[in-house]
């Protein structure tokens, strides 16, 4: 049996600066979390947040706060829907396919916290299960400072 050649997808560096614009700049709460993108590609994206006192959730701790997780982990979904959407129209101009996310929105949000958020910094990363013509479903894991998992989400996304 014959394995079907797997194409592989490059941005161009326009199509991976301009969604850094839009995730890092554009969208204010991102800024607030910190959120950097770390890897962007088609099947993967990346992610890191800094701590840093606005984002305790418990003082005594010094333990992130939940919502900070979920929302991070929701814009990481959103985030590697963006990149599978670009990757889908590759045969469009770089600001053709960033033009393609202003309908983009949650429309499910599940987040399972396994351990406490307590660390220096966190890696987010999540990729795109299945994206149809109207809706995307995600999975996003969300890892302390020693890579072990703290959080684990999964979504859905509306994309037209």
Same mark, same amino acid.
């Given at each position: 049996?014959?394995?079907?050649?797997?194409?592989?997808?490059?941005?161009?560096?326009?199509?991976?600066?301009?969604?850094?614009?839009?995730?890092?700049?554009? %969208?204010?709460?991102?800024?607030?979390? *910190?959120?950097? %993108?770390?890897?962007?590609?088609?099947?993967?994206?990346?992610?890191?947040?800094?701590?840093?006192?606005?984002?305790?959730?418990?003082?005594?701790?010094?333990?992130?706060? *939940?919502?900070? %997780?979920?929302?991070?982990?929701?814009?990481?979904?959103?985030?590697?829907?963006?990149?599978?959407? *670009?990757?889908?129209?590759?045969?469009?101009?770089?600001?053709?396919?960033?033009?393609?996310?202003?309908?983009?929105?949650?429309?499910?949000?599940?987040?399972?916290?396994?351990?406490?958020?307590?660390?220096?910094?966190?890696?987010?990363?999540?990729?795109?299960?299945?994206? *149809?013509?109207?809706?995307?479903?995600?999975?996003?894991?969300?890892?302390?400072?020693?890579?072990?998992?703290?959080?684990?989400?999964?979504?859905?996304? %509306?994309?037209?």
């Amino acid at each position: 049996m014959t394995k079907k050649p797997v194409s592989v997808v490059v941005f161009e560096p326009e199509f991976i600066e301009g969604l850094r614009i839009i995730f890092e700049e554009k %969208i204010v709460f991102n800024q607030l979390l *910190g959120l950097k %993108i770390a890897a962007l590609r088609p099947e993967c994206v990346e992610a890191r947040i800094d701590m840093k006192p606005d984002l305790v959730g418990h003082y005594a701790y010094n333990r992130l706060h *939940g919502g900070v %997780i979920s929302a991070g982990l929701d814009a990481m979904g959103g985030l590697a829907v963006m990149a599978a959407i *670009g990757a889908r129209h590759m045969d469009e101009s770089p600001e053709q396919r960033l033009h393609r996310f202003g309908k983009l929105g949650t429309i499910d949000l599940r987040v399972d916290y396994l351990r406490p958020g307590i660390g220096s910094h966190f890696t987010l990363r999540a990729e795109v299960l299945r994206l *149809g013509s109207r809706v995307a479903s995600t999975r996003m894991e969300f890892f302390g400072p020693d890579g072990v998992l703290m959080s684990a989400a999964a979504a859905a996304y %509306i994309v037209s």
